[in-house]
């Protein structure tokens, strides 16, 4: 970890920077989460701005997905978004200042021209770059190209002996060089002489960073590369640079960076299978971070901000690690109110047609299911498999026949049945249930546990389940124990 101390002399102002290319993916959420933290422990600002520059690949499902993702999370932003597309004509305007100062020039090489390039390169085993070919092209040279209709990319000149060294809040002091950085790098794509094609993504996040007066980048250190090169934009704009965290990546179980590959990677995955907003983002505060000592795992965004600071996020790559995320999801649903846990079960159980009318329509029998399954809830979609007996008869499983053969099973099944005939649909107190259960073991003359399992068994289809007394008494309400338990006859 790096000591490196935070100047807040500067208003902190972050931003997220998200492609609306696909949903928001984890990696993201955990980049917006770290600025969110920080721009809250400094009273700052955390922006959001969607880099559609992208054309082709950028659609607006991706960004009402983001916006509802960081929404979610409950990671609010400050202001409306800005939207880069829109700013197309300052990204220009920088683009033709640093044509007219010098820093930047047209290049026409061709892409076969290029493609031989770096065939050579790659022969005389040398690394890909682009070898400034047109750097320094006469006048007249420039007037051929154009001659023969060659379109041209503008690029930014990027000197080999340059050294960009800057102070990383995550990584200490850094330092690149020139030579490391591929040649000079393209700022627009080809257009027709005189034009400037369309902006690319290093100048635009710099022009765009600077005139939203970012004074903190928070990103994956899958972008210290493109850093470098900023750094070098910045002083060529005449800007001042703002300072730079680059958070470590987020990698599979087997060290390797987290990608599709793995499966569940955005944030709307994660809802859809039951994960509460404040595990995930309380888990990707983990992700990278260690907090302070004496703070423990479990806490909440607000929580955090009040002590988040880079020098406790690590270097090193963070794996994902769905035991903890599973545990902290828990913690979050075993710690919500009854009424909590039940209105975010409730439309679970509506998606699956339970619950519409009858008595387990009834309000307070839903809390009272609810409270039963709550303290064995990983997921929010556990209580959707674990209520299905509640809401449909369920099929016996092997377990569960296997235990109605055992011996006195049947007969003391038969003895509750009387007896609970006999006491019809009245309410069924705990002491009651267990009164009747203890005088059927009576009758058939067997343990009482054989009694227990067997009606577990009968009720639920299986031997597992939540508290058999609580059960049976939420089902005796439905009026749906005593033909279960028929059924076993
Ligand atoms: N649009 C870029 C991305 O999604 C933003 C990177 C940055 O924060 O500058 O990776």
């Not at 955390?46 to 990671?75: C, H, M, P, V």
């Not at 990608?259 to 309380?282: C, H, P, Q």
Request: charged content about 25%; hydrophobic content about 45%; overall charge negative.
């Amino acid at each position: 970890m790096a000591a490196v101390s935070v100047s807040t002399d500067q208003p902190v102002r972050v931003r997220l920077a998200p492609s609306p290319t696909g949903t928001l993916h984890i990696g993201t959420a955990r980049t917006a989460v770290f600025n969110w933290l920080f721009a809250r422990r400094h009273g700052g600002q955390f922006l959001l701005r969607i880099e559609d520059t992208d054309r082709s690949r950028s659609k607006s499902e991706y960004t009402a997905n983001i916006l509802d993702g960081l929404q979610w999370l409950g990671l609010s932003w400050d202001g409306e978004p800005v939207i880069q597309s829109a700013r197309i004509e300052a990204h220009r305007a920088a683009i033709a200042r640093l044509l007219a100062s010098g820093h930047a020039y047209r290049c026409y090489a061709s892409d076969d021209e290029l493609t031989a390039m770096r065939e050579a390169q790659a022969a005389a085993k040398q690394a890909p770059r682009y070898d400034n070919r047109h750097r320094d092209l006469s006048p007249e040279q420039e007037q051929a190209y154009i001659a023969e209709g060659r379109e041209a990319v503008v690029r930014f000149r990027i000197d080999d002996d340059a050294v960009i060294t800057w102070n990383d809040l995550v990584r200490g002091p850094m330092r690149w060089s020139g030579s490391d950085l591929g040649g000079d790098m393209v700022i627009a794509r080809r257009a027709p002489a005189g034009e400037i094609g369309d902006p690319l993504y290093n100048l635009v996040v710099v022009v765009d960073d600077a005139a939203m007066a970012i004074s903190h980048v928070i990103r994956g250190e899958d972008h210290i590369a493109n850093t470098a090169k900023q750094l070098l934009l910045y002083e060529a704009l005449g800007h001042a640079a703002p300072v730079f965290a680059h958070t470590p990546l987020i990698l599979n179980q087997e060290g390797k960076k987290l990608s599709k590959r793995d499966g569940v990677t955005s944030v709307s995955d994660f809802r859809a299978m039951g994960y509460t907003a404040e595990a995930l983002a309380n888990y990707m505060t983990l992700l990278g971070w260690s907090p302070p000592e004496g703070m423990g795992e479990r806490f909440s965004l607000d929580d955090a901000a009040q002590v988040f600071d880079f020098d406790r996020v690590n270097r090193a790559g963070a794996r994902f690690d769905w035991d903890k995320l599973n545990w902290l999801n828990g913690q979050v649903l075993h710690g919500l109110s009854a009424t909590t846990l039940r209105d975010q079960l409730v439309p679970l159980w509506t998606e699956r047609g339970w619950g519409g009318s009858g008595p387990v329509a009834e309000p307070q029998w839903q809390l009272d299911l609810a409270i039963l399954l709550g303290p064995s809830l990983t997921l929010l979609a556990d209580g959707v498999e674990q209520a299905t007996p509640f809401f449909t008869t369920p099929e016996l499983n092997d377990d569960a026949r296997a235990q109605l053969e055992v011996e006195g099973a049947r007969p003391s099944l038969a003895a509750l049945a009387t007896a609970l005939d006999q006491h019809g649909g009245a309410p069924l107190s705990a002491p009651e249930a267990q009164e009747l259960l203890t005088a059927a073991v009576g009758a058939a003359g067997i343990k009482k546990g054989v009694l227990m399992k067997s009606l577990r068994a009968a009720l639920l289809g299986s031997l597992q389940g939540p508290d058999l007394i609580e059960t049976w008494r939420l089902l005796h309400r439905i009026g749906a124990d005593l033909s279960r338990i028929r059924r076993c006859l």
